[in-house]
């Protein structure tokens, strides 16, 4: 991938090496969401840049293979301008395999004439609930057509469990 990286930005070089001053830095009109993945069900990461030549992801750091990527470009009906659009698709064994000091994590970085710019780092976890609550809430007596206020504190979770 590094080989393809270098050739990518020869490509984009004047013949004196100069970056051709014709467009603009790419701009990210979608950049990844952080994603849970439950149960074994991947997750689709996007990113979505204009003007682009090309749009990769860059998940902890490194370049993710070029056959696993799902690029299409797109023209925008109401102005006319064409848009890159990228999606990956991120599995539980590959966030499982990780170990880093941070969660898993993956980026896009897009290339115009003018050079390269990055979107958002977006995170993926697992999602999981714990069975039991942490505090149960405690049955009580209360006079009919009374109110009555339930304690509890949810399991643990990721995401964090809403009551």
């Not at 994603?35 to 490194?62: D, M, T, V």
Request: hydrophobic share 35%; net charge neutral.
């Amino acid at each position: 991938m590094d080989v393809f990286i270098k050739h990518l930005r020869i490509f984009f070089r004047g013949s004196r090496g100069e970056a051709l001053q014709s467009g603009t830095l790419p701009r990210f009109l979608q950049e990844p969401d952080d994603a849970y993945i439950i149960k074994s069900h991947p997750i689709q990461l996007c990113c979505r840049a204009q003007p682009a030549l090309q749009i990769f992801f860059k998940c902890n750091g490194e370049w993710v293979h070029q056959s696993q990527h799902l690029a299409q470009e797109h023209t925008d009906l109401g102005t006319g301008v064409k848009f890159r659009e990228v999606l990956i698709n991120v599995s539980r064994q590959q966030v499982e395999d990780f170990h880093g000091p941070e969660d898993y994590w993956c980026l896009c970085v897009a290339w115009s004439h003018l050079g390269t710019s990055k979107s958002r780092k977006a995170s993926v976890r697992i999602a999981y609930l714990r069975k039991n609550f942490e505090q149960d809430p405690q049955g009580t007596e209360v006079p009919l057509k009374g109110m009555i206020v339930l304690h509890c504190r949810p399991p643990e979770g990721v995401p964090l469990a809403e009551i």
